[in-house]
């Protein structure tokens, strides 16, 4: 499994574990499908502060449509909270 939710991740938005105020955008590497072993995955921060890469098993789960709207727009001083579980 090369990445945590064991789905194909190319083009779409996530939340990583340790950065639920900002949003990842993958666009490529091995860590983006399901089927490969490695799990480096190339992308981008959504409010485009820097490329980079994150680990596969790093990615928490896919962002919402709110998410990925707040962090483009720049709007990281509130970040949303995870809900808890009753």
């Not at 194909?8 to 490969?36: Q, S």
Request: include cysteine.
């Amino acid at each position: 499994m090369a990445n945590a939710l064991n789905i194909d991740l190319k083009g779409k938005h996530v939340v990583l574990v340790g950065f639920i105020e900002r949003t990842f955008f993958c666009e490529d590497g091995f860590g983006c499908y399901p089927f490969t072993r490695g799990q480096r995955i190339f992308g981008h921060w959504a409010d485009g502060s820097k490329d980079g890469g994150v680990r596969g098993s790093d990615v928490l789960r896919l962002a919402t449509d709110e998410e990925i709207q707040r962090f483009e727009a720049g709007i990281i001083d509130k970040p949303l909270i995870e809900k808890e579980i009753i």
